[in-house]
């Protein structure tokens, strides 16, 4: 089960800081036409769009592999809410992905990317709560902390559009790490 | 959904997640023969001893007055396994405590009964059929066969434990350990000295010759005032102090302080 859980981890990490090599593979036009000559008079948009669907397939896999998490869940008992406060979390991410852009377009070489892809992946994993990866939105997902009655505050990725923490619960939850759960419920 | 926690021991010790989305333990459909605990009642099969407004008594777990909410915890390392103290399911409503002794952690090397069986040697704990405790929330009611089983998950809970009876007083009076002068008779013992009479009965009987006698020597090494006969290895108890003493002594209260050799005496104990 662990062992599960960790590659999960390390897969969702490189899936949330995979799209800083798409972005530097579009910047210095590196392109696959060479690798066939049947590819020669393709358009570069060709291996760009195929570079993008990478990390999309990859997300979209996860999605399928969180089916084999630890469940939990976190349900309302006799009508008694036990969510104080959800908050989107959409937008959250958006500074630190601008972050990744900006450093992907302005690397000079191939090993400065490298090092700082490194980095940043290690730090992604580290910071546990950071699993935040914008291709989520693309198949529906949406990001929110949630605060319990107990005041414990946790990061739900979910399909629902929460907004109204009353009578909300969560029956369907797959365990991430100790901070992030991602829910089933549609 | 059904969750099982496991809480662990020492002084960071926490409740941890463990499994969730599978029932542990399955509810006995035989609580509503609750009893009040009696030390001298004996259970028929289908009893159980119980605790009603549970929630009021001062050896409630807070963890049972808080709401439920599995994602507050923490999933358990594979390290703190080895540092169970017991195992708590929450199943709709209901906890279901399982004290946790050495003996339930196995480490042999075993394979499960399949087509295609496998060596394996991971450590594995064994859950009970039946829980060593169950609290109903709807009810607020604890219930449980036997108390010493669960003194050590609410803390304090103890204080149920009977005092001892009469006959029971006199027969421990007529240990050969004891000597009684100075007219000091079952007659003269008081109600904290026989709920002591009761304990130290029960903790006596899983004594054998060779303990009584280390027990012994350790009451003389820290009673040097309690009078002891080497002939016939017997103390002289004249008063409740000198009962209390020895009482103490065969409930091993009594230590030394590592660090500036201080003896001295524990008023309450609780295993760590």
């Known amino acids: 089960m662990n062992i599960i859980n960790l590659l999960f981890r ?12 798409v972005v530097y593979l579009v910047k210095e036009k590196i392109v696959i036409n060479s690798w066939l000559s049947c590819f020669l008079n393709m358009s570069y948009w060709c291996s760009y769009l195929l ?3 990478i990390p999309v397939l990859l997300t979209f896999f996860s999605l399928l592999l969180s089916n084999k998490l630890a469940d939990d869940s976190i349900e309302a008992e006799r009508n008694q809410p036990v969510i104080k406060e959800v908050e989107q979390a959409n937008n959250a991410y958006l500074p630190s992905y601008l972050g990744y852009f900006f450093v992907a377009l302005s690397v000079p070489h191939c090993d400065t990317l490298i090092f700082v892809f490194i980095i940043l992946f290690l730090f992604t994993f580290l910071s546990q709560t950071l699993y935040f990866n914008p291709l989520f939105l693309v198949f529906g997902y949406h990001f929110y902390y949630v605060t319990t009655e107990t005041n414990i505050k946790i990061f739900v990725i979910s399909k629902r559009n929460l907004k109204n923490p009353k009578g909300l619960g969560f029956p369907n939850l797959k365990r991430i790490n100790d901070f992030t759960f991602i829910d089933k419920n549609k | 959904m059904n969750h099982l926690l496991a809480k662990t021991k020492g002084r960071n010790g926490d409740f941890f997640k463990v499994i969730s989305n599978r029932q542990i333990f399955d509810i006995p459909d035989d609580l509503n023969n609750g009893i009040e605990y009696n030390s001298d009642y004996k259970l028929e099969d289908d009893e159980w001893f119980a605790i009603t407004e549970f929630s009021e008594k001062e050896y409630c777990l807070d963890f049972l007055m808080t709401r439920f909410v599995s994602t507050d915890y923490n999933q358990l390392s594979r390290a703190g396994y080895h540092n169970i103290d017991y195992l708590v399911a929450y199943q709709s409503g209901v906890y279901c405590f399982q004290k946790l002794h050495p003996s339930q952690f196995i480490r042999k090397r075993y394979f499960s009964i399949s087509d295609q069986p496998d060596l394996e040697n991971t450590p594995i704990i064994i859950i009970n059929q039946i829980p060593d405790a169950i609290y109903v929330r709807e009810e607020d009611t604890l219930y449980f066969r036997k108390l010493p089983a669960i003194t050590t998950i609410f803390k304090g ?5 009977k005092e001892a009876t009469q ?10 350990f004891v000597n009684l002068i100075d007219d000091f ?29 280390q027990i012994f020597s350790y009451i003389r090494e820290y009673c040097a005032d309690l009078e002891f006969d080497e002939d016939a290895e017997n103390f002289s108890i004249s008063n409740e102090e000198d009962l209390k003493k020895l009482l103490y002594g065969i409930e091993q209260r009594y230590y030394t302080t590592k660090v500036g050799n201080e003896k001295r005496l524990a008023n309450s104990v609780i295993p760590v």
């Not at chain 2, 006959?167 to 050969?176: C, D, Q, V, Y």
């Open chain 1, 10 to 21: 390390l897969f969702l990490t490189f899936n949330a800081t995979s799209l800083i090599l």
């Open chain 2, 185 to 213: 008779s079952a007659d003269t013992v008081k109600k904290a000295n026989r709920k002591r009479i009761a304990m130290a009965q029960a903790t006596l009987q899983n004594f054998n010759r060779r303990e009584k006698k």
């Open chain 1, 51 to 53: 570079y993008l669907a």
């Open chain 2, 167 to 176: 006959e029971e007083t006199e027969a421990f009076l007529e240990n050969n």
């Open chain 2, 157 to 161: 809970i103890y204080e149920l434990y």
